[in-house]
């Protein structure tokens, strides 16, 4: 092998390798995380909204709450009247996502204190500040950012923290089931709220960090890779969930116990509460507690609760694909791709990597929407198309040294085919001769010869071989090699026919030409004209108007099959033109796809009949060149000019 050709092929191997480890590198330390977390987003999106449990129920502080009962905080007066509301209507728990860190009025915080120790079911959140949340293990908090005030927290029923963890993009989609506090475990308030719901204690929770959290025999959360929770929400804040309003459920609770005092029937009915798992937050305008999710540009952190606590119920959670897998998937990608690539041309090889790639995003939200199952799309996707991109520019680079090394070889080519033809025009006495061939690639099929049989008896041969480029010219060389073998024949038709005769019995190739022969004469002022399928001769004689054609009945091209060819004789005088061409001239196109045609090159010759023969030579060739415009030549344009001086 050649060395160069192993040096280039080791480059590029070791080129593909250091970009897969490096696609890898990206995968496994999860830096393209913010634009992997937009195809999460899109899967939500693209995802059929999920059941919600009908026993979950949003009590909603929102803005006709605010507008009702004045700025916030509000007073705990009401939080003790919407607990007593929620109590007597027979909920299962009542989980506040409202702090209640500070003393406040001491005869609201009074009514509160006996409101939650009369329930039984409330559940009172706190904030941890979180100083480490990287690694597998659980999150670790340095200290409690919002408390619960004792009055309060030893007559709850549970009491657990609410932190939401943001990703690298902002958005709030990771909740901790266990936060590191002092050496100590603490859960968050769902899973309180769930082991009570069960019928578990919050003992039989157990956690193996980045892989799952267990309550008893009833639960099993699977975790990512940093120990927390993806939140499976169900779909858009207002369209799911059932919604109640803070203030409407404590004038329903009034107008259920006073109806003579306020005159009003309840809004609510508040029996169909019972039963519920009621989360109580706020969602009033320009709430702090609210955060872009997949779904809303701004969710309310209860609504990521209710989110939790209704995928314990219904059993459906996310779970990401490990690190190791996701790489196995990029090895996986890349390796199919390079196989495509690698066997297919360009354009089939770029559509089947396209669908590969549709159809492994296909395939990835099918796992998300069916079985919750989350795997990497953007850096495979992304890598894949890289190394697609890398082997096509590769192939590129291999197929333009090809075709560097094939130009030089044509252009070698084109040299040896030129040295079978004429290089200079005979010096005949009373023959004014010119001859020129443009070849439409750097090989041609178009061919000519001139051949001094005496000092006053010239040949002239012209000749168009079917096909193009290097076959074409191959075969041309061995017509005009074949050809010299014999003009020493008294007749051009005999000439024709030896020629033939050889060619057939040497055939094969499946190609064929079609020739002119001339026998010009000088003593006796006739020449002897044979033709093989070639186009007809323009004769222009001094003193006559119009040209005329010579055509010849008989006559197919060489090569094919043996047979006979007819011969005229034709008289000769001084100022005479004889035009010799190949179908370059007649055929050539122009845009709007008119050929170029025999009678305007008749016509041309006819308009300029006084020219030497050179300058017919390039006149014609000129013009063609012109008629086809910025058309590319598509077959060789050969013209000979006779002239008799």
Request: aromatic share 12%; net charge neutral; proline share 4%.
């Amino acid at each position: 092998m050649d060395l160069s050709k192993l040096k280039r092929k080791s480059l590029l191997y070791a080129g593909v390798f250091l970009i897969l480890l490096f696609a890898l590198s990206l995968s496994y330390f999860r830096v393209l995380d913010n634009y992997e977390l937009e195809t999460l987003d899109i899967r939500f999106r693209l995802r059929p909204q999920l059941p919600t449990d009908k026993n979950i129920a949003i009590i909603e502080i929102g803005d006709d709450t605010i507008d009702k009962l004045g700025k916030w905080p509000i007073s705990r007066r009401y939080h003790a009247t919407l607990v007593d509301a929620l109590t007597k209507s027979g909920v299962d728990a009542i989980v506040f996502d409202v702090f209640f860190s500070e003393e406040s009025n001491e005869e609201a915080d009074e009514r509160l204190e006996e409101a939650i120790k009369r329930s039984g079911k409330v559940y009172l959140p706190y904030v941890f500040n979180i100083a480490v949340k990287s690694g597998t293990d659980v999150p670790v908090a340095d200290r409690l950012q919002e408390k619960i005030i004792n009055r309060f927290k030893k007559f709850a029923k549970g009491t657990g923290f609410i932190n939401i963890i943001p990703d690298t993009d902002g958005k709030f989609r990771r909740v901790p089931p266990l936060i590191r506090y002092e050496r100590k475990l603490y859960p968050h308030v769902c899973f309180l709220v769930a082991a009570d719901y069960f019928g578990l204690k919050e003992s039989e929770m157990k956690i193996k960090p980045a892989r799952y959290v267990e309550l008893g025999d009833k639960l099993k959360v699977p975790l990512d890779s940093n120990s927390t929770i993806i939140t499976n929400f169900p779909g858009r804040w207002k369209d799911t969930f059932r919604h109640y309003s803070y203030i409407d459920i404590i004038d329903s609770y009034i107008s259920e116990r006073f109806p003579n005092l306020t005159g009003r029937k309840p809004i609510i009915d508040l029996k169909s509460l019972k039963g519920s798992v009621c989360f109580i937050g706020v969602t009033a305008t320009a709430t702090p507690d609210a955060h872009p999710s997949p779904f809303d540009s701004l969710y309310p952190g209860v609504g990521v609760h209710a989110s939790l606590f209704n995928s314990f119920l219904i059993h459906k959670f996310i779970q990401r694909a490990s690190r190791t897998i996701n790489i196995l998937i990029v090895i996986f990608l890349c390796f199919i791709t390079y196989l495509i690539s690698g066997g297919a041309r360009t354009l089939l090889g770029f559509l089947l990597v396209f669908l590969f790639i549709l159809g492994y995003a296909a395939l990835a939200v099918v796992l998300f929407v069916v079985w919750g199952l989350w795997i990497d799309i953007f850096c495979p996707v992304t890598t894949t198309l890289f190394l697609y991109l890398g082997i096509t520019f590769s192939k590129y680079i291999n197929e333009t040294q090809k075709i560097e090394i094939l130009e030089k070889e044509l252009s070698i080519a084109k040299k040896i085919q030129e040295s079978f033809l004429p290089k200079e025009n005979p010096k005949t006495p009373g023959i004014d001769l010119s001859a020129k061939m443009l070849t439409a690639l750097q090989v041609g099929g178009d061919l000519y010869d001139f051949t001094e049989i005496t000092d006053r008896k010239l040949g002239i041969m012209i000749g168009d071989v079917s096909g193009k480029g290097v076959p074409a010219a191959l075969y041309m060389a061995k017509v005009v090699s074949e050809f010299k073998s014999y003009t020493g024949e008294a007749l051009a038709s005999q000439t024709i026919l030896k020629l033939n005769e050889r060619l057939c019995r040497e055939g094969g190739s499946g190609l064929f030409v079609t020739l002119s022969y001339l026998m010009f004469n000088m003593d006796t002022g006739f020449l002897n004209y044979s033709s093989g399928g070639h186009l007809p001769m323009i004769v222009v004689k001094e003193g006559v108007p119009e040209p005329h054609l010579v055509d010849l009945k008989d006559g197919m091209p060489l090569g094919l099959f043996e047979g006979t060819f007819s011969e005229e004789k034709i008289k000769f005088e001084k100022g005479d033109i004889f035009i010799l061409y190949t179908d370059g001239v007649t055929e050539a196109m122009n845009p709007k796809k008119e050929m170029f045609g025999q009678e305007r090159l008749v016509n041309l010759v006819k308009n300029n009949r006084s020219l030497k023969s050179e300058e017919m030579v390039n006149l014609i060739q000129d013009e063609v060149r012109k008629f086809e415009g910025k058309q590319k030549q598509h077959d060789d344009i050969t013209v000979i000019t006779v002239r008799v001086v």
